[in-house]
């Protein structure tokens, strides 16, 4: 007698690990942290030494002219990320002026647009585990091989 084989399908679905709302809700939030972490970097090809026989091009006046301004190195010795701006501009607030923090828009007639999260397409489809978003069956398995549930939850 044969054994009747069973599906691997059937396993994988039973061992999938299905996220609720709130922890979908941080996971996005700790995705948005590590990038804006990853943004406020040194450009890691700043200092590269150019080959003697690479080809020089001329400089424009206007290029020549910005090198020469000594707040350059200031502004990069004191960068500051986006949250350290809107606590600055926290501080000089007045009712009177319009900016980041006053400025408002009333919300949207319409329905969200939503987006394939790989190729960034109208999508249709939510991912079951995560909730992603994705448009088609190949945008699904390259989000399952490279993207779900693979931030720290």
Same mark, same amino acid.
């Given at each position: 007698m044969a054994d009747k084989? *069973?599906?691997?399908?059937?396993?994988?679905a039973n061992q999938r690990k299905v996220l609720d709302e709130?922890?979908?809700?941080?996971?996005?939030?700790?995705? $948005? *942290?590590? $990038?804006e972490a990853d943004n406020y970097h040194d450009d890691?090809?700043?200092?590269?030494?150019?080959?003697k026989n690479a080809p020089k091009f001329e400089e424009t006046l206007e290029h020549k002219k910005r090198?020469?301004?000594?707040? *350059? %190195?200031?502004?990069?010795?004191?960068r500051k990320n986006f949250t350290a701006l809107l606590e600055e501009e926290e501080q000089y607030f007045t009712k009177d002026k319009i900016n980041y923090i006053t400025a408002k828009v009333p919300p949207s007639?319409? %329905? %969200?647009?939503?987006?394939?999260a790989v190729c960034g397409f109208s999508s249709n489809y939510t991912c079951v585990q995560c909730g992603t978003r994705y448009c088609c069956i190949k945008c699904l398995q390259?989000?399952?091989?490279t993207r779900c549930l693979k931030w720290t939850v």
């Amino acid at each position: 007698m044969a054994d009747k084989r *069973e599906s691997n399908r059937q396993k994988d679905a039973n061992q999938r690990k299905v996220l609720d709302e709130a922890a979908r809700k941080r996971r996005i939030m700790k995705q $948005l *942290e590590a $990038l804006e972490a990853d943004n406020y970097h040194d450009d890691p090809h700043a200092n590269l030494v150019m080959h003697k026989n690479a080809p020089k091009f001329e400089e424009t006046l206007e290029h020549k002219k910005r090198k020469k301004l000594k707040t *350059e %190195p200031f502004k990069q010795r004191f960068r500051k990320n986006f949250t350290a701006l809107l606590e600055e501009e926290e501080q000089y607030f007045t009712k009177d002026k319009i900016n980041y923090i006053t400025a408002k828009v009333p919300p949207s007639k319409y %329905p %969200p647009r939503h987006f394939c999260a790989v190729c960034g397409f109208s999508s249709n489809y939510t991912c079951v585990q995560c909730g992603t978003r994705y448009c088609c069956i190949k945008c699904l398995q390259v989000h399952r091989d490279t993207r779900c549930l693979k931030w720290t939850v």
